[in-house]
């Protein structure tokens, strides 16, 4: 799943589609609102595809692209560990997450001729902050990535932090769903 899952999990809680005025509420409204799986749906096929459906994989996609491009941690700056350019690409990537989720949702109702969302309380901030949180733990977790020459970095420790943030994220997110402004 991806970025559009959870723009299409946003959707489903707008008032101008249909069912209207039913905000998924459950694991498995939310996982039928994020594109759902040809799988029959019970609790578990359900609680999967939420968890996976906050994993932003268009823009980490590009990311790992990006970072096998720019080659090893090493910079060539004395007394800096990783080079700047694996820095200025997590950082990129860490403020397209949120920009991303927003730009497919307000295509998406663009396509279908609704209003686009530019007051912030249009905006899809649960899958905004869900994508970025979850491209941190997954580009944190890559063995070549801007922390791995930090004192505090642990590959084990970050692995350990992206399988439960993954599962925590699709676990929360009915805390999460509410209406969305039209």
């Not at 996976?52 to 990006?66: F, K, M, N």
């Not at 860490?94 to 309380?121: E, G, M």
């Not at 979850?134 to 944190?140: L, N, P, S, V």
Request: proline share 8%; net charge positive; charged share 10%.
């Amino acid at each position: 799943m991806s970025i559009n899952s959870m723009a299409n999990a946003a959707i489903g809680r707008r008032q101008d589609y249909e069912p209207v005025g039913d905000v998924p509420r459950t694991l498995t409204d939310i996982s039928k609102a994020a594109g759902g799986s040809s799988a029959p749906s019970n609790q578990l096929t359900s609680a999967l595809n939420v968890i996976v459906a906050y994993i932003p994989t268009e823009v980490l996609t590009l990311y790992v692209a990006v970072v096998a491009a720019l080659g090893n941690t090493t910079g060539s700056t004395p007394g800096l560990h990783t080079s700047p350019g694996l820095v200025v690409a997590f950082w990129a990537f860490l403020f397209a997450t949120p920009v991303t989720v927003w730009v497919l949702y307000a295509v998406k109702l663009k396509t279908d001729k609704k209003q686009l969302p530019l007051a912030p309380s249009q905006w899809p901030v649960w899958e905004m902050t869900a994508g970025t949180i979850a491209y941190t733990a997954w580009a944190m977790a890559l063995p070549n990535n801007p922390f791995v020459a930090a004192v505090w970095y642990s590959s084990g420790l970050t692995a350990v932090i992206l399988l439960v943030s993954s599962t925590f994220l699709g676990l929360v997110a009915p805390l999460f769903q509410r209406p969305l402004s039209t």
